[in-house]
């Protein structure tokens, strides 16, 4: 069964960084696009950014352009996003997903989610 593990969330300060990780298990992860998502309380699910199945290709949500960036390390079968220059507005549960070979910004399109991380950005 396909696992996505995310971790690296927690309470920052406005300003302030993040690293998130979402580790794969039980997929050929270096032939799937990987997204992350987020949904704060009361919002709908937002994609903040993604990265093809072979890495060369990214896309960010408007909202985290500059600030946010995504890359995959294909032999640990690890996704990362590092958080840079966190505002209030970044808190959300954060989500990480799978889906083959290309990058898409509809959620719907993935096949795999993990549980999600929290992260808390205090003004």
């Known amino acids: 069964q396909v696992q996505l593990v995310e971790s690296g969330g927690g309470l920052v300060q406005a300003g302030g960084s993040l690293r998130l990780s979402c580790a794969a298990s039980?997929?050929?992860?270096?032939?799937?696009?990987m997204g992350w998502f987020r949904q704060a309380p009361g919002k709908e699910r937002e994609f903040v950014a993604g990265?093809?199945?072979?890495?060369?290709?990214?896309y960010y949500g408007d909202s985290v352009k500059g600030r946010f960036t995504i890359s995959r390390d294909n032999t640990k079968n690890t996704v990362y996003m590092q958080m840079n220059s966190l505002k209030p507005e970044d808190t959300a549960v954060y989500y990480c997903?799978?889906?083959?070979?290309?990058?898409?910004?509809?959620?719907?399109?993935?096949?795999?989610w993990g549980q999600g991380t929290q992260v808390t950005v205090s003004s």
């Open positions: 039980e997929l050929t992860f270096s032939t799937y696009a």
């Open positions: 997903a799978a889906r083959p070979f290309n990058l898409v910004v509809l959620g719907e399109r993935y096949d795999h």
């Open positions: 990265i093809n199945w072979r890495g060369g290709v990214t």
